[in-house]
């Protein structure tokens, strides 16, 4: 998602204050915005009670406005959601509320647009609550509008820190800090390692998940045993995986050189044949469980090859049969068909974690990956799986007919543990999603479902 939406893009680019009145004081607003939210966190009330609604704007409870990018070069991914919406929409029983209404406005990747759709929407359409936005560079707008209108906002992104944007903002998306949680509860907790190393490129997004991932194993009691970086667009990593292994350093290996050169000679001396005349292959210094590579699948299938080349033992590839293969480690980037072919027997037995799996065994999720293959003929993906749980979760939630927006905010803040497409989903006090993500393995070159791992983040409850 990371590299589709440009999460790593600017988001703090200027604003053409020609393009209406109200976008021209926008980040004056966002700093005050920040300075007044930050003061209103250190009250006693819980975060969903401290601000006054606003009662002179009608509310129509069946109506839901969306924010999405329906053109531009984001539309493909806007139009994936909006897929995913609509079946959610069609699916809805009849309710004593009403037949609900979605009501769209294209944001594109525009923080003026989103701002102005927000007051569009409340102010016009009298919406009971938002959905989007999905684009990061929009994030901001929309989430300090809705501040003001006291209108609940569902945004679909990972940018940092949005939940603390206002009382209003809610968060139905994963960000990359609780992957890296999921991934590493996983490893510590279910397959008991204590000792990891890390191989990343040298690009901030994730040069972020590196750290966190160290952050993280560190907090856990574990250690940290080998550290090497790359320089981006890097395809032959053979001389990153000698060095991870140590394979360079022959003069602090002096002593199993020639031990080793040794017994290669008395081998050959056995079987009658000729030595050869090259030095002795140190083989790598394997001192961990684990490797976590934060990197596009392609890249990780290249770098698990290279490791095979080092002679680490990875995937099915043991150079001797008594090593146990280490563990390859990454991110949703790696949920991809093609990581399969491209990996081959060198990413068997990987790890890596989404916010969506259509393989899961889970009947919610198999229910709607049929669904979406008979409307569109294919199957979904992750974008079409947050639209339609978002919809799904505030369809439900309105059909209790909640009194005001006020108190579906408060209805989002208690919710323990929606069932839908993309997991069990729930919310905690400053509005961020906390679920049970899908771990993934690989398995005779097909992806597979893992137990999910026990985590302290999730705080999912009974129904």
């Known amino acids: 998602m990371d590299e589709m939406l440009e999460e790593r893009e600017e988001t703090t680019r200027s604003v053409r204050g020609a393009r209406r009145p109200r976008a021209a004081s926008f980040q004056c607003r966002l700093l005050a915005c920040i300075v007044v939210l930050g003061a209103c966190r250190a009250a006693v009330l819980p975060w969903h009670l401290r601000a006054e609604p606003v009662d002179s704007i009608p509310v129509d409870p069946t109506r839901i406005g969306v924010l999405l990018p329906l053109s531009g070069k984001f539309a493909p991914v806007g139009e994936e959601v909006r897929r995913g919406m609509e079946l959610a929409f069609e699916q809805q029983a009849p309710s004593q509320v009403g037949p609900f209404t979605l009501i769209y406005r294209d944001t594109k990747d525009d923080p003026l647009l989103a701002e102005q759709a927000v007051h569009e929407l409340v102010e016009d359409a009298h919406v009971v609550a938002i959905i989007g936005p999905l684009v990061s560079a929009t994030v901001d707008a929309a989430a300090i509008a809705a501040a003001e209108l006291q209108v609940p906002l569902l945004v679909l992104s990972q940018k940092k820190d949005v939940p603390f944007l206002g009382n209003y903002v809610f968060r139905n998306f994963m960000t990359l800090e609780f992957q890296i949680q999921t991934l590493v509860a996983y490893a510590m907790n279910v397959l008991e390692y ?57 003069e602090l290996r002096r002593g199993e050189i020639e031990r080793g ?194 985590q302290e983040p999730e705080k999912i409850g009974e129904d």
């Open 261 to 454: 050169t040794r017994e290669m000679k008395e081998a050959y001396r056995k079987a009658g044949q000729q030595p050869p005349s090259r030095p002795y292959e140190l083989p790598p210094i394997v001192d961990f469980e684990a490797v976590f590579v934060p990197d596009q699948y392609g890249t990780a299938a290249l770098i698990a090859a290279s490791l095979a080349y080092a002679e680490f033992p990875v995937g099915r590839f043991t150079p001797d049969k008594k090593q146990t293969p280490i563990r390859l480690m990454g991110t949703s980037a790696w949920n991809a068909p093609d990581f399969l072919l491209q990996g081959g027997e060198y990413i068997e037995g990987c790890l890596f974690v989404d916010n969506f799996f259509p393989g899961s065994p889970d009947p919610v999720v198999q229910a709607f990956v049929t669904d979406f293959r008979r409307v569109h003929g294919r199957t979904p993906d992750l974008f079409a799986a947050i639209g339609y749980d978002s919809v799904s979760l505030l369809c439900a939630l309105l059909r209790a007919r909640p009194a005001g927006r006020r108190e579906l905010i408060r209805r989002l803040s208690d919710m323990k543990g929606f069932s839908g497409a993309t997991g069990r989903l729930a919310f905690d006090d400053h509005g961020e999603l906390h679920k049970e993500l899908f771990v993934i393995t690989v398995h005779r070159r097909r992806f597979e479902q893992l137990v999910p791992a026990r």
């Open 194 to 250: 204590e000792r990891f190393a890390i191989v990343y490129p040298e690009q901030a997004y994730w040069m972020e998940a590196a750290a966190l991932f160290w952050d993280n194993v560190v907090a856990r009691g574990g250690e940290i045993r080998g550290v090497e970086a790359y320089p981006p667009g890097t395809t032959d990593f053979r001389e990153v995986a000698m060095r991870l292994g140590r394979k360079y350093y022959r």
